[in-house]
């Protein structure tokens, strides 16, 4: 059974450019999470989507954004990136009424 | 606001011997908790979990304890092996208003010696 699958593995990108990270969700796993791993920091909820809706947000600002497709891949959008932006960025996901997250590789992005 | 704290940056053991990862929370809200283990370049790997309505969940080297009224949970290791070295997260979820969200502590870094 595959994993979490998240691409790209590294992106560098510049101050002010905005990316697009993606994520393929385990087969069958319809609930999707986003994470942000910065260094000395735990891992910071960004948003959840369930069925292509979005059930729950982080405290993050409007420049971070995803969505969900009908087979529950995801993707996440960063717009006028900034120097702080630099993380590992998680994708999870899980089945319903299941605590348990599977988490991908997770993208490093490097912001410049 | 950091709800969910683990005091201890690192934690260095001898192998065989009993590795203890702490955790406090301040949220009374959480019924469930989960640990995460971490190697570089990877994503978190679930380990383990309890309920609230638990105080002890056991599988094979990996134990649990929740203390819920100091707000407080340990992951006992024992023993432990160097394989384990890696980066211990320990999480909680309120399913009545978060949902599926999981509030991560800052992580312990364990070293198991050979």
């Known amino acids: 059974k595959a994993g979490v699958t998240q691409t790209p593995r590294y992106l560098i990108k510049t101050r002010g450019q905005q990316v697009t990270l993606s994520c393929s969700p385990i087969?069958?796993?319809?609930?999707v999470s986003w994470y942000q791993q910065t260094p000395g920091q735990g891992l910071q909820f960004l948003f959840e989507?369930?069925?292509?809706?979005?059930?729950n947000k982080g405290n993050f600002p409007g420049r971070f954004s995803g969505r969900q497709f009908s087979n529950s891949r995801s993707e996440m959008n960063v717009s006028t990136l900034e120097l702080g932006d630099s993380a590992l960025y998680l994708c999870?996901?899980?089945?319903?009424?299941?605590?348990?997250?599977?988490f991908g590789s997770g993208t490093r992005l490097t912001v410049v | 606001d950091q709800q969910v704290k683990q005091n201890s940056p690192s934690l260095s053991v001898q192998e065989g011997r009993i590795s203890i990862l702490n955790c406090d929370y301040t949220?009374?809200?959480?019924?469930?908790f989960l640990w995460y283990k971490k190697y570089p370049a990877e994503g978190p790997t679930f380990l383990i979990s309890?309920?609230?309505?638990?105080d002890k969940n056991e599988d094979g080297r990996f134990t649990v304890f929740l203390n819920k009224s100091a707000k407080h949970l340990s992951l006992h290791i024992v023993p432990s092996q160097p394989g384990d070295s890696a980066v211990y997260f320990c999480?909680?979820?309120?399913?009545?208003?978060?949902?599926?969200?999981?509030?991560f502590g800052e992580g312990t870094q364990l070293t198991v010696n050979p």
């Open positions: 999480a909680a979820s309120d399913g009545e208003t978060s949902g599926s969200r999981l509030t």
């Open positions: 087969s069958g796993h319809r609930s």
């Open positions: 989507y369930f069925s292509e809706t979005q059930r």
């Open positions: 949220n009374s809200m959480f019924d469930y």
């Open positions: 999870a996901s899980k089945t319903a009424g299941n605590y348990g997250y599977t």
């Open positions: 309890i309920s609230s309505i638990k």
